[in-house]
Nanobody
Framework: QVQLVESGGGLVQAGGSLRLSCVATGRTFSSYAMGWFRQAPGKERELVAGISRGGSTNYADSVKGRFTISRDNTKNTVYLQMNRLKTEDTAVYYC??????????????????WGQGTQVTVSS
């Protein structure tokens, strides 16, 4: 079965950087889109960034220019580089992937498999 394991969360001051990683196992990694979501307390889970199997990317407006999603198919890993972090970026971040090879990587509803999440806390 598909398994996703995130790492790299932590506590950082506003303006700082973090890089999240997610290793996927259980199927051919390169054939599927990958995404990063986040959920802050009292808020709905939102799609932060998605990357297609071909490397095309999509970002939420709130993170454009600050976050970068990338993938390394040789390592079955997707990354989220987060720069110029703000206190409002504080949330649990989840790695996710769709069930279908042809899923729309830019649509949150496409995603079906989730990691356990990693906490990112940005202090002022």
């Amino acid at each position: 079965q598909v398994q996703l394991v995130e790492s790299g969360g932590g506590l950082v001051q506003a303006g700082g950087s973090l890089r999240l990683s997610c290793v996927a196992t259980g199927r051919t990694f390169s054939s599927y889109a990958m995404g990063w979501f986040r959920q802050a307390p009292g808020k709905e889970r939102e799609l932060v960034a998605g990357i297609s199997r071909g490397g095309s990317t999509n970002y939420a407006d709130s993170v454009k220019g600050r976050f970068t999603i990338s993938r390394d198919n040789t390592k079955n890993t997707v990354y989220l580089q987060m720069n110029r972090l703000k206190t409002e970026d504080t949330a649990v971040y989840y790695c996710a992937t769709p069930r279908s090879i042809v899923a729309n990587y830019a649509a949150g509803m496409s995603y079906a498999y989730w990691g356990q999440g990693t906490q990112v806390t940005v202090s002022s």
